[in-house]
Structure formats: structure tokens, C-alpha cells
């Protein structure tokens, strides 16, 4: 009996330890966690991405719903000078090119929202402002011209309503893209 005593206690070499299945049953938990938390992280990180390019593309697209105006009276006007139904010298009697004609200080944060935008409005939306961008240096241009007639042709007017009827060309495409991102997300709970 002596001899039985001591030995009750400790394993032998050839049977399983108890404890060999509760380190694995252990690291299943731990891994299992990791995996619930970063499949959440990733539900969580994918509403939020939706719903800032939902904002960006609705404030985009209110922008130039509002300088669609503008955008449609210089674009008929360089119709019109193409057409030859206009005198060069009369194309720009009626638009105020001393005043901005539409708000280009709202794209001034474009490439920052470029991540959050859908991949087939990024470059449209790029070419529109670009476009709007290259009109208002021209506007510019032009008034230098009235102030300093002598100094630079007329052809710089030609080039301002050229520029804008570029970019108003792309609107239709823009708003139809712009507009299809947002059903996408108001469709999707």
C-alpha cells in the first residue's frame, strides 16, 4: 500500500495529460475571438466608408445642380459661336465674366474625397472641375483683355465659352453617375 501511495499522483509516461486539451481549447477561444472582433471591425469600417461616400457624392452633385444655369447659358453661347450663328465680338455680351460664375471653392477638397468617391466618378468628376478651373482662368483672362483691350485678341473669349461647354458637356454623364451612387446606397439598408 506504501508503495501505491506515492505513486498515485503523478502520470505515467504513456497516457495523455488533462491539461494537453485545455491550452488547445484555449487558443480556439482566443482565435476565435480575433476573428468575431475583426470580421465586426470590418461591418463596422464598411457602413461608415458607404456612408461618407453617400455624403460626398450627394454635396457634389447639389454643387453643380447649383451652377448648372451658368454652365448651360455659356455652353449654348459657345454653341452658337461654333455654329457661326453669333459674331465673335458680341459672344460674351450679356455674361458677367467680372464675377465667378459658379462655385468653384466648393471642388477645392476634390482630391481629398477622392477616396470616398465610386471609381467611375472620380475621373469625371476631375475633368469637370478641371474644366471649370481652366474657365475661370480664362474669365480672368478675358477681363484683363476689357481692361486692356489692345493687349490681347478676341479670341480668349472663344477660348472661356469653349472651356465651360467642355465641362458642361460632361454634366448629364456626372449627375446620371452621381445619382445612380446614390440609389445604390438608398437602396442598401
Known amino acids: 500500500m506504501a508503495a501505491n501511495k506515492g505513486r498515485k499522483g503523478k502520470a505515467r509516461k504513456g497516457t495523455p495529460s488533462r491539461k494537453s486539451r ?4 484555449d487558443l480556439l477561444n482566443i482565435l476565435g475571438g480575433l476573428l468575431a472582433g475583426a470580421f465586426g471591425f470590418w461591418i463596422v469600417h ?31 453661347r459657345y454653341e452658337d459661336l461654333s455654329e457661326q450663328q453669333e459674331d465673335p465680338s458680341q459672344a460674351l455680351e450679356g455674361v458677367d465674366v467680372n464675377a465667378t460664375l459658379y462655385s468653384l471653392d466648393a471642388y477645392q477638397g476634390i482630391l481629398e474625397d477622392f477616396p470616398d468617391l465610386d471609381a467611375t466618378v472620380r ?18 483672362l478675358v477681363v484683363e483683355q476689357r481692361e486692356h483691350p489692345d493687349q490681347m485678341p478676341w479670341i480668349l473669349a472663344r477660348e472661356f465659352l469653349r472651356t465651360n461647354h467642355e465641362g458642361a458637356q460632361l454634366v448629364p454623364r456626372l449627375l446620371a453617375v452621381l445619382g445612380k451612387s446614390n440609389e445604390t446606397d438608398r437602396e442598401s439598408p
Open 22 to 25: 485545455l491550452w488547445l481549447r
Open 46 to 76: 464598411e457602413y461608415l466608408v458607404s456612408r461618407t461616400a453617400k455624403e460626398v457624392s450627394q454635396r457634389y452633385e447639389s454643387v453643380i445642380r447649383g451652377d448648372l444655369s451658368a454652365l448651360k447659358r455659356t455652353s449654348e
Open 123 to 140: 475621373p469625371l468628376l476631375l475633368a469637370f472641375y478641371l474644366s471649370l478651373r481652366d474657365a475661370e482662368l480664362l474669365r480672368k
